[in-house]
């Protein structure tokens, strides 16, 4: 029976590719100003988000949002959340009026159009390239020392369906600790089963999101991160673990 609505799901999957070529087409001539120079990343941001809410509710999606914390606009964050869909770097995006640079991969250069502006704005990081990983951090530094926060998906690549949480990298845990910046955990709970990366697979729907209470870095040290890699990563892991929609998606059988 399900073999049935892969056609249907084959549309709305090419459906999102299109929203995102053809508005970045119309957007170019702005995306070029805004991306030529770092003063106008606050102006860019705005276009962003305002991309990132066309892409999300243009697909049929709509966000339901808890927060037990708000973020102040005046101040630098590390933002952390977990990583089970194309679609959670926009909903990061659109959650927050504060700028934001993501720590993404190399990989999505490729993308034709998308690619272009991404390299641009994303501090790209080729994970089995040691000098590369180096960089990240020199340029990091740069936007947070400008008031900018930072995103990155601390598992450091999406986890198999089956994966409730794959352990964290340390990046985003040094870089806090060095900035004394707060770590914001995001939990998003259904972008595996709403629009995972199985091209078969999800439908429109309500895209849960829990902004948990902030983790404090200051007056940790660099020798603290691993406590504060495992605090962050045990509040995402037990809000999905209790979640009974999550995981009943990732412990389907043979996950379908």
């Known amino acids: 029976m399900k073999y049935i ?34 003063k106008y ?9 305002t991309w990132a809410f066309f892409l999300i509710y243009g697909m049929g999606f709509r966000l339901k949002v808890e927060k037990e914390q708000e973020i102040d606009r005046n101040k630098s964050y590390m933002f952390c959340a977990n990583h089970a869909s194309f679609l959670d770097p926009w909903v990061l995006i659109a959650m927050s009026k ?3 640079v993501f720590v993404g991969k190399k990989e999505l250069v490729k993308f034709p159009v998308f690619g272009f502006f991404y390299k641009k704005v994303v501090i790209m990081v080729d994970r089995s390239d040691a000098e590369s990983r180096r960089k990240v951090y020199e340029q990091a530094h740069s936007r947070l020392k400008n008031g900018t926060s930072v995103a990155i998906f601390p598992e450091g690549l999406v986890p198999d ?10 990046g985003a845990f040094s870089l806090a600790i060095e900035h004394q910046i707060p770590i ?6 259904d972008g595996k089963r709403l629009f ?21 870095t200051e007056n940790l040290v660099q020798e603290d ?3 504060l890699k495992e605090q962050t990563y045990s509040v995402i892991y037990n809000e999905l673990i ?9 412990n389907r059988l043979n996950n379908e």
């Open 5 to 38: 609505f892969f056609p249907i799901r084959f549309i709305w999957r090419v459906w999102f590719y299109l929203l995102m070529v053809v508005s970045v087409l119309l957007m170019a001539p702005f995306l070029l100003i805004l991306t030529s120079d770092e």
């Open 41 to 49: 990343y606050p102006a860019f941001w705005k276009v962003v988000r």
């Open 98 to 100: 504060n700028p934001i």
């Open 161 to 170: 369906e089956n994966v409730v949480l794959a352990p964290f990298k340390n």
């Open 184 to 189: 914001v955990p995001q939990v998003y709970y």
């Open 196 to 216: 995972s990366w199985d091209f078969f697979k999800g439908s429109p729907g309500t895209f849960r999101v829990k902004q948990c209470s902030f983790i404090e």
């Open 225 to 227: 991160k691993k406590k």
């Open 242 to 250: 209790n979640d009974e929609l999550y995981m009943k998606d990732t």
